[in-house]
């Protein structure tokens, strides 16, 4: 069964600065995609970025973009110029490209944003 | 707003009870898909349906059922509550079972 690890249950950055959030995931599979959904205080999952993993090019959106090393199982976040509205939890999942459609996620890592 | 609703956004029962969840997808979305997001469990995949059919189960209790309509909404039926059901439980849909998936706002239970 595929696993998602996000090591950093806690991070905080000053605004204007630039953070990194760290995800690991296991699986045998070579098709499959990524996620990274951002919940606020209001609860709501919210899409950040999407990773195609037969893509080589790292995505991005906006002030948000991925570092997604496919041989080292690694998914981490960027996010760039930090603003407070980006204080939330961000979980990463993981999705096959086959079979079951679910997303598995991991516990999560709260993002504390300084003014 | 992903376009995803669900009613009701909150709901206190008590133990012993049976509750309906319901959500409607975002139009044109042919796939739903039910988590539920508790403290210790976190978020746990419980049940897909697609254009009506069941497609897949993840860690989904007997006293919990789900269906889908045939206007494409879909219903998640929790009886015999427990302490432990208390969670917040989201649906999600997508157009098809290959894209991204879009979150509702959530209901927000409480077993007392």
């Known amino acids: 069964a595929q696993t998602v690890t996000q090591s950093q249950p806690e991070m905080s ?4 600065e630039t953070v990194t959030l760290s995800c690991t995931y296991d699986t045998s599979e070579s098709d499959y995609y990524l996620f ?13 970025i999407r990773q195609e993993a037969y893509k080589q090019q790292n995505a991005t959106e906006n002030r948000f973009s991925v570092n997604f090393q496919k041989a080292a199982k690694s998914f981490s976040l960027k996010i760039s110029d930090s603003q407070l509205g980006d204080a939330a939890m961000y979980f990463c ?3 096959s490209g086959g079979g079951s459609e679910k997303l598995v996620f991991g516990k999560g890592t709260k993002l504390t944003v300084n003014p | 707003d992903s376009g995803v609703t669900q009613t ?10 049976r509750v309906t969840l319901r959500c409607s997808p975002r139009s044109g979305d042919l796939s739903v898909y039910w988590y539920q997001q508790s403290l210790d469990q976190g978020l746990q ?6 254009n009506g059919e069941e497609r897949a189960k993840g860690n989904i209790l007997e006293r919990f059922s789900a269906q889908q309509f045939p206007d494409l909404h879909s219903e998640l039926n929790l009886s015999s509550l427990e302490l432990g059901d208390s969670a917040l439980y989201f649906c999600a849909s997508s157009r098809l079972v290959s894209e991204t998936q879009y979150f509702g706002p959530g209901t927000r239970l409480l077993v007392l």
């Open chain 1, 36 to 48: 990274w959904y951002k919940q606020p205080p209001s609860r709501q999952m919210i899409l950040v």
């Open chain 1, 13 to 16: 950055v000053q605004e204007a």
């Open chain 1, 93 to 95: 999942a993981y999705r």
């Open chain 2, 8 to 17: 009701p956004k909150h709901l206190i029962t008590a133990t012993g009870q």
């Open chain 2, 45 to 50: 995949f419980l049940i897909q349906y697609y």
